[in-house]
């Protein structure tokens, strides 16, 4: 497609429930990135995917929250049990390359605001 | 570990004013820095970047001067227009390793009035 695309772009939870966010990269994008960004904040990094691997997801907040890409392409992040706390825009980006470059331009999907009541 | 720390807003101008925002950064390597501009109801856009030292990045009228002396990266316009009101945020990649995370600020929001 022309840009990463994310669905849904809201999503009411009651707390405890599960939900899945879908991230749909740029085609042929290898890297893929999830951050999670509070009102008024800055994102804050989730995790990391080059292709199908999960490189670092250092960033999940805790085991409630897990991430797939399993054919290297789109990607899901699952987050159980839901908790006030989980309310944010969850971001979606991809990169180009998979090199050891840092300045490869990340394109940012509108991302998904998750509301846990 | 790394951070980046920019100017706090809301920064209110009027039009054809000039604007700048405040950007510094604390890292270990030798990071590629960024600017990043959300437009209201728009997904994060990359306005420019600069990937060493004394590298300019430019873009739109918008210009940010990578200085390692200062650990700095502040953006500026000549003249801000109406359409330029947006949030901005200043962010960071390390350049070691094969994770490309950024690390941003907490963002600076523009209003630009007519």
């Known amino acids: 497609g022309a840009g990463v695309s994310q669905s849904p772009r809201y999503k009411v939870a009651k707390r405890g429930q599960d939900v899945a966010l879908r991230c749909d990269p740029i085609s042929g994008h290898v890297s893929l990135f999830w951050y999670q960004q509070a009102l008024g904040q800055g994102p804050e990094f989730l995790t990391y995917f080059q292709n199908e691997a999960q490189l670092d997801k250092s960033g999940l907040p805790s085991d409630r929250f897990f991430a797939e890409r399993p054919e290297g392409s789109v990607s899901t992040l699952k987050i159980q049990r839901t908790q006030q706390e989980d309310s944010a825009v969850y971001l979606c980006a991809s990169s180009l390359t998979a090199t050891g470059r840092g300045d490869t331009e990340a394109f940012f999907g509108q991302g998904t605001r998750l509301t846990v009541v | 570990g790394d951070s980046v720390t920019q100017m706090e807003g809301p920064v209110t101008l009027s039009e054809e004013a000039f604007l700048t925002i405040n950007c510094t950064y604390t890292a270990t390597g030798y990071p590629s820095l960024f600017w990043y501009v959300q437009y209201p109801g728009e997904g994060l856009q990359l306005l420019l970047k600069?990937?060493?030292a004394d590298d300019k990045g430019s873009n739109k009228g918008f210009e940010a001067t990578y200085r390692k002396e200062t650990t700095s990266f502040h953006l500026e316009k000549g003249s801000v227009q109406v359409s330029d009101s947006a949030v901005y945020f200043c962010a960071l990649s390390e350049r070691a390793g094969n994770n490309r995370k950024l690390i941003w600020g907490l963002g600076t929001s523009l209003a630009v009035n007519p």
């Open positions: 600069a990937t060493k």
